[in-house]
């Protein structure tokens, strides 16, 4: 069914469509997504009151190595779920002229970007979870440390 509303000219159909803020909604969304997947990923593995600790200490945890693997993927699903209905929803709205005057002027899948919405504050959860292991992690690791240098 068509969204916009069909303006017929000469050989052309011009398509004119309501405003809609979901186009800057979408990329305002892909925005926060990869500020917030990239403070989750850098504050893993952030040293900690000047005391670094290995990645390979990170991922010997299998809990840790799981919840990391899940949160990059949800990052990029949510990413991929974002980006493809903001970037679609652009082009209808920019590209409005076409020469098929059978063009029947479609909407964006909006419904998806409420998915990827959705997928991303999984994702911002899942990066707290991961966080939340590795104090786990470096708290071992860190005892370890200390346990060594006394003996």
Known sequence: APAG???SGKGVVICK??????????YISTALLAAASF?????????????????SAFFASHWCLSYFSVALFTSVFAAIFLIWPTVQGHIHHTKNVHTDLLFECPTAKT??????????LNSSLFWLVCLMLATNVRED????????EII
């Open 5 to 7: 509303e069909v303006v």
């Open 17 to 26: 469509y309501p405003s809609d803020p979901s186009v800057v909604l979408g």
């Open 39 to 55: 403070a989750g990923y850098r504050s893993l593995f952030y040293p900690y009151k000047g005391k670094s600790v290995p990645q």
């Open 111 to 120: 419904g998806f970007l409420g998915g990827g919405a959705f997928a991303s």
């Open 141 to 148: 690791y860190l005892d370890d440390a200390e346990k060594n």
